[in-house]
């Protein structure tokens, strides 16, 4: 039997380090778009551990892939060949940018290993950032992350990193010869769910081309079909000339990607970089199962189409102001009465409904790719209850 809600709030108290705001439910099993509590109550999943379960919960195909991998084999290290790596290392290749990948186990550390590569490639260079952008908190991501909320108390950062607003003059006025890389969200999560315009992107790109330096798009939270494409650079006028991915990679397990086109390949030499667990069997063969649902187009159209429905319907919503997004990456704002965190607290509490505040007025839905048109309409009723 599982401690209790309270039993666990006692062990949080006395032994976790405090890093994080948890809300007072504890969740024992999940299957598809819903998760289950202590007490056995049923919940409307529509964050998906942000953006990790795109296959949903305990999907079988993944499940069965670590039943039969644990069996076999965990860990090996990368000093030797295992399978699972090097076929998750050519598919993820194969789908996107036709490089090579430098396997890891999140999305930080796969933006400290792009960070590396643009170092590698353009050696003292600076890396463009833009406001509102978040790359991770490791000091290397963090220091490309301009909140000052989670930077201050760090400092000092890592040096080498220019900000620049959101506009397509400024950025392509920022990138120059000492310009080792651009790195940017297509679409930025943390802060509200923006979507960066594609005149923006397109300035990126060309200020890279004139200059040499390297186009990065962090795709952790918008890759692996939260868009309604497999990546969401394939819906914009620029491709990349490297990505990282993590996030939904592992279907529920830890797994990041550095992504690079062919240009890009061979940057990195042996010794430059590594990672213990990077690319183990276990992760790596869950992630296989997990590229191969999340590429299927009949599940892809389906998330372009239920996107639009659940943005329609978030818009009749009392109290919403604006609803933006792409696919089923989705945030809208609400009038300044209505405070966003006591909604999501409603929500996840009076209705059983799991979203997510990501300010004082966003809230984001970010639901597993597997929902269906009935999953989309029950959320925006409980949602419409929370804001009653």
């Given at each position: 039997m599982s401690p209790s809600l309270a039993e666990l709030r006692e062990l949080e108290a006395a032994h976790a380090i405090g890093t994080y705001v948890?809300?007072?439910?504890?969740?024992?099993?999940?299957?598809?778009?819903?998760?289950?509590?202590?007490?056995?109550?049923?919940?409307?999943?529509?964050?998906?551990?942000?953006?990790?379960?795109?296959?949903?919960?305990?999907?079988?195909r993944v499940v069965a892939a670590v039943r039969e991998q644990a069996g076999l084999l965990t860990h090996a290290t990368n000093l030797y060949y295992t399978a699972p790596a090097l076929e998750l290392s050519a598919r993820l290749a194969q789908s996107s940018?036709?490089?090579?990948?430098?396997?890891?186990?999140?999305?930080?550390?796969?933006?400290?290993?792009?960070?590396?590569l643009a170092r590698r490639a353009r050696p003292r260079g600076t890396l463009v950032v833009l406001e509102e952008a978040f790359h991770g908190r490791t000091y290397g991501a963090l220091s490309g992350t301009p909140q000052e909320s989670k930077q201050a108390p760090f400092a000092p950062l890592v040096p080498g990193f220019t900000v620049v607003p959101k506009r397509p003059g400024a950025l392509a006025d920022a990138v120059g010869e000492d310009t080792a890389a651009v790195l940017l969200e297509p679409i930025q999560g943390e802060t509200g769910i923006h979507a960066l315009p594609d005149e923006l992107l397109?300035?990126?790109?060309?200020?890279?081309?004139?200059?040499?330096?390297?186009?990065?798009?962090?795709?952790?939270?918008?890759?692996?079909?939260?868009?309604?494409?497999?990546?969401?650079?394939?819906?914009?006028?620029?491709?990349?000339?490297?990505?990282?991915?993590?996030?939904?990679?592992?279907?529920?397990?830890?797994?990041?990607?550095?992504?690079?086109?062919?240009?890009?390949?061979?940057?990195?030499?042996?010794?430059?970089?590594?990672?213990?667990?990077?690319?183990?069997?276990?992760?790596?063969?869950?992630?296989l199962v997990a590229l191969d649902v999340c590429s299927d187009p009949g599940l892809l159209a389906r998330v372009r189409e239920l996107g639009e429905r659940l943005r329609a319907g978030l818009g009749e919503l009392p109290?919403?102001?604006?609803?933006?997004?792409?696919?089923?990456?989705?945030?809208?704002?609400?009038?300044?009465?209505?405070?966003?965190?006591?909604?999501?607290?409603?929500?996840?509490?009076?209705?059983?409904?799991?979203?997510?505040?990501?300010?004082?007025?966003t809230i984001r839905c970010e639901p597993p790719l597997i929902i269906d048109e009935g999953d989309v309409d029950e959320a925006v009723r409980r949602l419409a209850r929370a804001l009653a």
């Open positions: 948890r809300n007072p439910v504890q969740f024992v099993r999940g299957a598809g778009a819903r998760l289950w509590d202590e007490d056995g109550h049923e919940y409307l999943d529509f964050l998906a551990g942000i953006s990790v379960l795109n296959v949903g919960h305990c999907h079988p940018l036709g490089g090579k990948v430098f396997l890891c186990n999140s999305g930080a550390e796969a933006n400290e290993a792009a960070i590396k397109v300035a990126a790109r060309e200020a890279c081309d004139r200059t040499g330096a390297v186009l990065i798009f962090d795709e952790i939270q918008t890759g692996m079909g939260r868009t309604g494409t497999l990546w969401a650079y394939e819906q914009t006028p620029v491709a990349p000339d490297a990505m990282t991915a993590a996030k939904a990679l592992g279907g529920g397990l830890p797994a990041g990607a550095l992504i690079t086109g062919p240009a890009l390949a061979d940057v990195l030499q042996a010794g430059d970089h590594g990672s213990t667990f990077a690319g183990g069997p276990l992760v790596a063969g869950a992630a109290g919403v102001t604006a609803v933006r997004g792409r696919g089923l990456m989705v945030g809208f704002d609400l009038a300044p009465e209505r405070a966003a965190p006591e909604v999501a607290r409603r929500a996840l509490l009076h209705e059983r409904l799991i979203v997510n505040a990501t300010g004082p007025s």
